[in-house]
């Protein structure tokens, strides 16, 4: 399963590189105001970092949300680094502009996926990647993870080839159920990716190995 980080903050992103096992980045125009981005400029900008920084995808939302400004944008973006992928909501536009995308050679992530019947309709339209909001779901008392267990499936039923990409990832065990139900990419608040070193045994253990080392080598 490859590792992205949910998030615009460069600090963040240099971190989870130099732990070796960053596969690529998802940002949103919400991650990109807590960071303060403002200006089209300073955005392109901020993605040719990030692109920099990852060697990786990096996913690059559109804020249109006509077809003829969502491919406007897409291509602008996809030209700013073969890294970047284009990101595009889940509506109706959306998903004509994705087809257009794939027909192009532009890679999309389809987001904003709350239901199968959304997740059908971006891999018909030749999604490189599909987005489920986990979280978000759970967060309304619906159950997330098992519409990312629905979309893998459907996709292996029927051989789709876009990725299934976990998202609104919220902490480690999310992570698990990712591994458990075989989503692609999970996509991750740092913390979270940190969260599955935690374990007291481990602790433990090499307190006890560095004691004993010490006693015999005083
Ligand atoms: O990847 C989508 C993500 O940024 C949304 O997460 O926590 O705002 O639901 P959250």
Redesign the pocket.
Known sequence: MKFFL??ANLDQIREAAAMGILDGV???P??MAKEGVSGIANQYAHYVEICNIVGGDVSAEVISTDYEGMIREGEKLASLSPHIVVKVPCILDGIKAIKKFTEMKIRTNC?LVFSLGQALLAAKAGATYV?P????LD?ISEDGMALVADIVKMYRTYDYKTQV?A????HTHHIIQCIEVGADVA?C?LSAIKGLLNHPLTDSGLQKFLEDYKRVNK
């Open positions: 949910d998030t998802t940002t949103n919400s991650l987001t987005s909001f986990v979280g978000r967060d990409l998202a609104s990832i919220r996509t608040p």
